[in-house]
């Protein structure tokens, strides 16, 4: 397993936009599957992006709910995982967790402690 350490949640208005940071530790953590969920008040956590690999090809998922409108990316220099938020509404409003995997992202073995998010209206 790895160590998750999120950064960068806070207010904003409706339209505005974040970048969520994840810093990671662990040598072998470049090939580990990594993605962000979320938590709403009152809601289950749910998926929100990810990296993962399929052939030793990274793919790229996304809720439709933030299609075009974030994404994710890494750094592998810096161990780094973030994802970039646009056009941001208030129904996007959560706690948003980071998550790595060595299989399957949807399981993930590791997470963050999370990072709150609230879009004003």
């Known amino acids: 397993q790895v160590q998750l350490v999120e950064s960068g949640g806070g207010l904003v208005q409706t339209g505005g936009s974040l970048r969520l940071s994840c810093a990671a530790s662990?040598?072998?953590?470049?090939?580990?599957?990594v993605g962000w969920f979320r938590q709403a008040p009152g809601k289950e956590r749910e998926f929100v992006a990810a990296?993962?690999?399929?052939?030793?090809?990274?793919?790229?998922s996304y809720a439709d709910s933030v299609k075009g409108r974030f994404t994710i990316s890494r750094d592998y220099a810096k161990n780094t995982v973030y994802l970039q938020m646009n056009s941001l509404k208030p129904e996007d409003t959560a706690v948003y967790y980071c998550a790595a995997d060595q299989w399957n992202i949807h399981t993930p073995g590791s997470w963050g402690q999370g990072t709150q998010v609230t879009i004003s209206s």
């Open positions: 662990g040598r072998t953590f470049s090939s580990y599957a």
């Open positions: 990296i993962s690999w399929s052939g030793g090809i990274a793919g790229y």
